[in-house]
């Protein structure tokens, strides 16, 4: 859990932007609730390598360098990520990559104090992602600091088949972008790859959109829900410093956040479809179950959960907490059923008596 700087800034970003940010992580209290990774995203160094071969803060937007730029954060009590990819370059084509460098750059973030590595795809030099990212992996683990190693393979060589035993999360899909349709998109293609995940290795359908523009709240509020019952990462990608009170209000939903972080990390999953009415589930610690009735349709509609389809006895009886109107029905039987509005959803998690 965090905030990356890619989704609202892209390149244009500096020391004072991921200052402001770490403060107002903790201000809005959302580092209380558990975003504690401050993820410096593309562009943040020199096109050059130096002398030695070695990364470079770029001097216009990071003249401190990226170690101080560390222990400011690290004294909010937070963490900073940083950002390369098993290519010549970046994404961007406005800095180097780290193929070939991977050791050096490992022990590089490391001696800065790095907590978190995004590790892009571009400028590959059409080698298998299978042989570019575990000398990085390797490159981490014996760099002398823990490092958490985001694979942001974009799902190219299925990684969630073969990248537990290299990375702690790896993307499913390619970029998200701030729209239903990508979103919705996205979510599909990451529900396929449910069973890989689990504790110590994640399925990545990228970072959050909420608070940037392009959707509506119901539509955020469905984002929010359901990469929290899939156990996405939750990274934010919004300009926190300047969000407004609804998209707080949706990012600090400790009720929503404590499904995504429940300790036995089953990803939840589509588990009935019909036309554009879908329920998704899964299991929670405590025989607890997670439920979302989503509506991807353009009316108003009723959903419908039989205990038969969340894996519950017809004769369970349970108590079920609607997550975001913070209210709870005593003792249902059977099935859970909501009137749910076009582009929104119901989250619950449902709790045998």
Not at 83 to 89: E, V
Not at 94 to 111: C, I, N, R, V
């Amino acid at each position: 859990m965090g905030w990356s700087s890619w989704n609202h800034f892209q390149c244009n970003i500096d020391e004072k932007l991921i200052r402001e940010t770490a403060d107002a992580m903790v201000s809005t209290g959302l580092s209380s609730l558990g975003y504690e990774y401050i993820n410096l995203d593309d562009c943040w160094a020199e096109l050059n390598r130096d002398s030695q071969g070695n990364f470079v803060a770029k001097a216009s937007t990071f003249p401190s360098g990226i170690k101080a730029l560390a222990d400011y954060v690290h004294g909010k009590g937070l963490k900073l990520g940083i950002y390369s990819s098993a290519g010549t370059q970046t994404c961007s084509n406005q800095m180097p990559g780290s193929l070939g460098h991977e050791e050096q750059d490992a022990k590089t973030f490391a001696s800065w104090g790095i907590d978190y590595l995004k590790y892009d795809n571009c400028n590959n030099n059409n080698i298998s992602s299978k042989e570019r990212y575990p000398p990085m992996a390797k490159a981490l683990q014996s760099s002398g600091r823990s490092i958490f190693f985001s694979m942001c393979e974009w799902g190219q060589e299925d990684p969630a088949t073969w990248a537990k035993s290299v990375g702690n999360s790896w993307r499913t899909t390619g970029d998200i972008s701030d729209n239903w349709d990508s979103m919705t998109t996205l979510a599909d293609l990451n529900d396929k790859w449910a069973s890989y995940a689990g504790p110590g290795g994640w399925n990545d359908p990228d970072m959050l959109e909420v608070g940037n523009g392009g959707m509506s709240t119901k539509e955020y509020r469905s984002h929010f829900s359901i990469w929290a019952l899939v156990k996405a990462p939750l990274v934010i990608g919004c300009d926190i410093r300047s969000m407004d009170s609804v998209t707080l209000a949706l990012l600090s939903n400790k009720e929503v956040i404590a499904v995504n972080q429940d300790s036995l990390g089953v990803q939840g999953k589509k588990i009935k479809k019909d036309g554009d009415l879908e329920v998704w589930g899964g299991p929670l610690s405590g025989n607890r179950v997670a439920v979302v009735l989503w509506n991807r349709g353009s009316t108003e509609a009723t959903i419908t959960a039989h205990w038969s389809d969340i894996g519950l006895s017809s004769t369970t009886v349970v108590d079920a907490r609607d997550l975001w109107k913070h209210s709870t029905h005593d003792s249902v039987k059977e099935q859970i059923s909501a009137n749910v509005a076009a582009h929104d959803c119901k989250m619950y998690v449902l709790s045998p008596k």
